[in-house]
């Protein structure tokens, strides 16, 4: 497709069941964002790919978070044990160029939220 | 302190009317600036970008930055409804130029 398309749109998991969540960003994209965006907030940096490597995953808020891209273009992003603080919305986003480059356009899916019950 | 604030809103003004958005950043080296749009259960796009001190110009559009006050703004003229959403703030920071968001000002445009 043209644009990053995300799987799951919507997901409802009981605490402590583990959730995968998937990205497909637009083909030969190099760079791949996951954004945590809780209600009412902006979204929150939680890790970035380049190609297949995890460059960076600061963001990730626990050791429950994991996060791969083994070929360079689909991403997941798993919850194992989820709690009720991980329900939020799940921004996937790519961009070309490495980073956001100057532009700072990133190009992003139209999410998957997840409602932890 | 977050490294992008702006005032979570809601900014209501009437149609016709210039809606102005506000946002402070902390990070004194940050060179890039962005406004993005998000309507309500979609996701975030680019509107406006912005590098150098003054203003920037796109249609009903005017981006204003002045590095010495760590301050952007997003002035919209001629408000409509469909403008309608939340406006983040966001700049580059940290490794990677990853974008940092503000938590957004919602903007409510009324007939």
């Known amino acids: 497709g043209a644009g990053v398309s995300q799987s799951p749109r919507y997901k409802v998991a009981k605490r402590g069941q583990d959730v995968a969540l998937r990205c497909d960003p637009i083909?030969?994209?190099?760079?791949l964002f996951w954004y945590q965006q809780a209600l009412g907030q902006g979204p929150e940096f939680l890790t970035y790919?380049?190609?297949?490597?995890?460059?960076?995953k600061s963001g990730l808020p626990s050791d429950r978070f994991f996060a791969e891209r083994p070929e360079g273009s689909v991403s997941t992003l798993k919850i194992q044990r989820t709690q009720q603080e991980d329900s939020a919305v799940y921004l996937c986003?790519?961009?070309?160029?490495?980073?956001?480059?100057?532009?700072?356009?990133?190009?992003f899916g139209e999410g998957s939220r997840l409602t932890v019950l | 302190q977050k490294e992008v604030e702006q005032n979570s809103g809601p900014l209501s003004v009437p149609e016709g009317a210039i809606a102005s958005l506000n946002c402070t950043y902390s990070?004194?080296?940050?060179?890039?600036f962005f406004w993005y749009r998000q309507y309500s259960g979609k996701s975030p796009e680019l509107i406006m970008s912005i590098y150098s001190n003054g203003d920037k110009e796109d249609g009903r559009f005017t981006a204003q930055l002045n590095k010495a006050s760590q301050y952007v703004s997003l002035l919209i003229r001629d408000s409509q409804p469909s403008d309608s959403a939340t406006y983040l703030c966001a700049v580059i920071g940290g490794g990677y130029n990853k974008l940092i968001f503000g938590a957004g000002t919602r903007l409510a445009v009324h007939p």
């Open positions: 790919f380049q190609n297949e490597a995890q460059l960076d």
């Open positions: 990070d004194r080296v940050s060179q890039s």
């Open positions: 986003a790519s961009s070309l160029l490495v980073g956001a480059t100057n532009t700072g356009e990133l190009f």
């Open positions: 083909s030969g994209h190099v760079s």
